[in-house]
C-alpha cells in the first residue's frame, strides 16, 4: 500500500511563489512516476506536471509551463511543485498522484492513468 501526504495549504498574495511538498511512505521500494493536479470548484481535476520515477523527465501542462517546476527526491521519498508567478486563477485544491509501479504511462497528466492520489491541500492567491 502507497500513502501520499502532502504539506499544509496556504494563501498567498498574486505574484508570489510557493513550494508544496508531499512525502510517500508505505510500499517505497520502487520509485513511482507520479505528478501534481489541481481542482477549482466546479471545475474538472486538471493535471499540472508529470515526473519519471527517476526524475530525470518532466513534461508540463500549457497553462501553467514556465510557472511551475516539479521535482523529486528519491532518497525522501519526497515530491515537490515550485510555483512562481502565482495568479488569483491558480487558487485550488492541489492533489499529489502517483503512478502504480510498473505501468507509467511517460508524460501522462491524465487523472486515469494514477492510483495513488494524496488528501488535497487548498492553496488560495488573492489579488
Known amino acids: 500500500q502507497v500513502h501520499l501526504v502532502e504539506s499544509g495549504g496556504r494563501s498567498v498574495q498574486a505574484g508570489g511563489s510557493l513550494r508544496r511538498s508531499c512525502v510517500v511512505s508505505?510500499?517505497?521500494?520502487?520509485?513511482?512516476?507520479m505528478g501534481w493536479f489541481r481542482q477549482a470548484p466546479e471545475k474538472e481535476r486538471e493535471g499540472l506536471a508529470y515526473?519519471?520515477?527517476?526524475?530525470?523527465?518532466?513534461h508540463y501542462a500549457n497553462t501553467v509551463k514556465g510557472r511551475l517546476t516539479i521535482s523529486k527526491d528519491n532518497w525522501k521519498n519526497t515530491l515537490y511543485l515550485e510555483m512562481d508567478s502565482l495568479k488569483p486563477e491558480d487558487t485550488a485544491m492541489y492533489y499529489c498522484?502517483?503512478?502504480?509501479?510498473?505501468?507509467?504511462?511517460?508524460?501522462?497528466?491524465?487523472?486515469?492513468?494514477?492510483?495513488?492520489w494524496g488528501q488535497g491541500t487548498q492553496v488560495t492567491v488573492s489579488s
Open positions: 515526473i519519471s520515477s527517476d526524475g530525470v523527465l518532466t
Open positions: 508505505g510500499d517505497t521500494s520502487n520509485n513511482y512516476c
Open positions: 498522484a502517483g503512478m502504480r509501479k510498473g505501468t507509467c504511462v511517460v508524460r501522462s497528466l491524465s487523472r486515469d492513468d494514477y492510483s495513488y
